[in-house]
Each structure stands twice: as C-alpha cells, then as structure tokens.
C-alpha cells in the first residue's frame, strides 16, 4: 500500500493506497511543534486501526508520498522516513522531484508543491484546460493549460480566515458556525454573517473563475473547474461554475507523482 501525506497549514490529510484506489483517509490538524517521533506515533496509531494493515505496518506500506507548505512539518516528516520506514521507497515533493507539469511562472520555485500536484491530478483525471480550485486555510485557484503546463493562479483569504477576521475586527460579532442560513437575508447577526460567508465566497469563486477561464482558453466552456479541499462542500451547492468536486485531489497527485518516480508498486 501506498501512504500518501498532504500537509496544510491548517490541516494535514492522510490516505492509504490500494493500487489506484484510496481505501483509508484521515484528518488531522497541523502542528509544527510536533517532533519526528510524536508523528510517528501519529501514524502509526492511525495506521494501525485499518483492518489492512493491524500491527504489520512495515509489511503492508510500500510507498510514501509527501508534500507540504510548512517546511518544518516537512522536515519531520523526512526524519520520520528515515527513522521508522528507512527500507520503504519515499518522496517527498519538492525542487527536482518528477511532476511532469511544466510551471510557466516568473520564480517557479515559491509555487507551493500542493498546487502543482493539484495540477497533475486535474489534468491526469480530466484533461486541460482547468482550474482547480482549492478551499484550504487559503482559496486558491490554479490554472492549467491544455497541454498540462501551470500557467498561474489567484490566492485569497479562506473561509475560516474570514470567518475568524470577523469576529476579532468586529466590535459587536463574534466567531459562528460555518452554516446554511435559512436564507440570504439574515434575520440575525449570525445568519447575517453566515450568509456574508456562503455567498460571498460562492460569488468570489464565480467571478474569479469566469475571468481565469476568458483567459485561459479561446472558449472558456471548455475550461473544467475541478473543486476540492475540506471546506469545498459549503460552497458546491451555490457556486454556478463547478463541475467536479474531487475531495481527494491532492492525494491521487501525490499518487501519480511516487508513480512517475519510483514506479507503480
């Protein structure tokens, strides 16, 4: 099996490979305080309530896949490979590792891994051209070329930070529910302030796609808009330019990234 490792600033999220099909997956909260050795009994506790694996870990995981946006996670995580699965293959993604996407920006190297390896799996599950876009402690959207090439992206801030900026800028506001209000006009503060969010963001993601996708292709109805990232289900529902909605995007690239530099297992 495959144990692929996709660290957020916010969340990291883990997923056990059987072949091409992911049949484990779990959430956890990124920590930078966490040492190489808690990590390890991280994983394997998590590891070892999987009825695949039980107490055979080391028998059972033949890969590992790794990106990260916290170098400090990263560099536990290198140290936990080497410690505890030295004899299991290992890739942690990162300047000179094997996508295959070209990145046709101005510093390629200040793209974050999790963006580039969300541009192979879009392309490798549905063709280009595409735009990812990834709701995460950020909102952001990736372009990708017909040919497969990175060619940019748009950051934002992310639903929590918004939600969160709210409550400690707001004299009279306070943190919510991320939650349906019962309707766009608030009756309340908090549906109010739910509504802001929902739709707010719902908008922000139609008019930043549209305009991504007038640039990235002769007809922009060509273009797949691919969503994923923990809090992509809030906005699916009101956002009127998704077309998929693929939760383990980051995963499959991870995936295809030990398979395009180790080999299938």
Avoid at 240 to 246: A, K, Q
Wanted: with cysteine.
């Amino acid at each position: 099996m495959l144990l692929t490792i996709d660290v957020g600033n916010t969340h990291t999220v883990l997923g056990l490979f059987d072949g091409d099909e992911i049949v484990e997956h779990w959430r956890i909260s990124t920590d930078a305080r966490r040492t190489a050795d808690e990590l390890a009994v991280l994983l394997q506790g998590l590891m070892g309530m999987h009825p695949l694996l039980g107490e055979d870990l080391g028998d059972n995981i033949e890969g590992i896949s790794i990106c990260s946006t916290v170098p400090s996670v990263l560099h536990e995580l290198r140290e936990v490979t080497r410690r505890y699965y030295g004899d299991v293959p290992a890739v942690l993604v990162e300047p000179g590792v094997k996508t295959g996407v070209p990145i046709l920006m101005d510093n390629p190297k200040e793209v974050g891994a999790d963006r580039i390896i969300n541009a192979l799996a879009a392309v490798e599950l549905y063709g280009g051209p595409a735009v990812v876009v990834d709701f995460g402690t950020a909102t952001t959207f990736d372009a990708v070329s017909a040919r497969g090439e990175y060619v940019g992206g748009v950051i934002a801030p992310g639903i929590e930070i918004s939600v969160d900026a709210l409550g400690v800028k707001g004299a009279q506001l306070r943190k919510i529910e991320l939650a349906r209000p019962r309707s766009v006009i608030g009756k309340n503060t908090v549906e109010a302030m739910q509504s802001g969010i929902l739709y707010g963001f719902a908008g922000q993601v139609d008019g930043v796609v549209q305009r991504m996708a007038r640039e990235l292709a002769d007809d922009p109805d060509d273009v797949t808009v691919i969503a994923t990232g923990g809090l992509a289900p809030m906005v699916l529902g009101e956002s009127s330019v998704i077309d998929e909605h693929e939760p383990w995007l980051t995963l499959i690239g991870l995936r295809l990234v030990y398979e395009r530099n180790v080999g299938r297992r």
